[in-house]
Nanobody, 119 residues
């Protein structure tokens, strides 16, 4: 069974930084695209950033230049470095991964981690 476990959320003041981590575990043959999405209260879940196995990245316009997505060498953990945080970045952040495993290929989600930007 594949699991994505997130960590690193919390409360931070505007202008501050946080780093989110998401580790994939289980019977995994290959992890394809990994990414982060977020859902603010009353809004739909939206893309924040993605990264392919080859390291190609994609960002939402609202976070370009402030957030950086990366993966570890084993490509089983994805990170989101968030700098210059704004109150509008407040949301639950979800890790997402396209994984090929023993039960086939599927898209998996983490449980979510709360990020609150407030003074």
């Amino acid at each position: 069974q594949v699991q994505l476990v997130e960590s690193g959320g919390g409360l931070v003041q505007p202008g501050g930084s946080l780093r989110l981590s998401c580790a994939a575990s289980g019977s995994i043959f290959r992890i394809n695209v990994m990414g982060w999405y977020r859902q603010a209260p009353g809004k739909m879940r939206a893309l924040v950033a993605t990264i392919t196995t080859g390291g190609r990245t994609n960002y939402a316009d609202s976070v370009k230049g402030r957030f950086t997505i990366s993966r570890d060498n084993a490509r089983t953990t994805v990170y989101l470095q968030m700098n210059s945080l704004k109150p509008e970045d407040t949301a639950v952040y979800y890790c997402n991964a396209d994984i090929s495993g023993s039960s086939g290929r599927g898209v998996y989600w983490g449980q979510g981690t709360q990020v609150t930007v407030s003074s």
